[in-house]
């Protein structure tokens, strides 16, 4: 009675399957539909305002006249003090967790807390590198400021990824250098960063993309919106980044910052483009060189 009860239910379990299957296609291809409207408008709509002397110029209260200029250099010294701070702090606490925290209740905890962080809305690292950076340390609003605030927002995604990179390395390569005599670190050093390094750069460079696409910290530490000079002291001088000043001519009224907004929306896609696949290739580079 059981099989053929059974027998008689599989037809419904497979129509259930394949209408959720159906619907999960449906839903894709609405996302990608709607993806595909607003970069064909973004595209329609500020292709026109983009060139060479857009990029190399400086913000103006002209649309005409206005640039991106020291908005793409204060990201990409944002991009370089996040990511001196947080890829040694980051990898370092992975191999930490990964290779010499025993298990316990206090890595348990530490565990679920970065999980926890990964998942945190920006904004509230602002808050909190607002007390703890400019406030607490007097670091002003500065890069450095600005810098250490994305730091908190990408460490726990490049501790997660560190570790997963980390975790898929056979176990076998562990006690086949053991087996020869090396030490912990000797084992960290030579064998596992070496054939983990691709998805821990991949982690990396994915995680400073979000850094680069992030506006509500900076809004929130004081981030200036017009800017005509690049910062030479990162502690005192004034900076903007991409995404505020993108932010700022969307707020103006007249149409023609909304165009050079969506061209300044452009720029930024192409760099985080070209760091995502600056991330693909180094992946597919070091899987070549470490396969075993």
């Known amino acids: 009675m059981s099989v053929s009860k059974y027998s008689e239910g599989r037809p419904y379990a497979k ?33 026109s305002s983009l060139s060479w002397d857009f990029v190399t110029s400086w913000p103006s209260r002209f649309a005409a006249k206005s640039g991106i200029w020291s908005a793409l250099i204060g990201s990409l010294y944002l991009i370089g003090v996040t990511a001196l701070f947080s890829v040694p702090i980051g990898v370092g606490a992975a191999i930490y967790l990964e290779e010499y925290a025993p298990p316990s209740r206090w890595r348990s905890l530490v565990q679920i807390n970065i999980a926890n962080l990964a998942g945190v809305p920006s904004i509230v690292y602002g808050i909190l590198g607002l007390g703890l950076f400019v406030r ?116 103006q009224p007249q149409v023609a910052f909304h165009e050079i907004a969506a061209a300044g929306i452009i720029v930024l896609l192409t760099v985080l483009i070209a760091m995502n696949a600056l991330a693909v290739i180094l992946r597919q580079r070091f899987s070549k060189k470490v396969r075993w």
Request: include cysteine.
């Open 136 to 251: 607490m340390m007097h670091l002003n609003r500065g890069v450095l400021a600005g810098g250490l605030t994305l730091t908190l927002v990408v460490l726990p995604i490049i501790i997660l990824s560190s570790q997963e990179a980390l975790r898929a390395v056979p176990s076998t390569i562990r006690q086949a250098s053991y087996a020869l005599g090396a030490t912990r670190w000797q084992t960290i050093w030579h064998q596992l960063l070496p054939i983990s390094l691709p998805g821990i750069l991949t982690g990396v460079i994915l995680s400073l993309s979000r850094a680069l696409g992030e506006a509500a910290p900076l809004v929130v530490i004081g981030a200036a919106t017009f800017v005509r000079f690049t910062p030479k002291n990162l502690i005192t001088d004034d900076y903007t980044a991409l995404p505020v000043q993108i932010f700022n001519w969307t707020e």
């Open 15 to 47: 129509i259930a399957s394949q209408a959720f299957a159906l619907a999960c296609g449906l839903c894709t291809l609405l996302s990608v539909s709607v993806l595909v409207l607003l970069l064909w408008n973004i595209f329609g709509f500020g292709w």
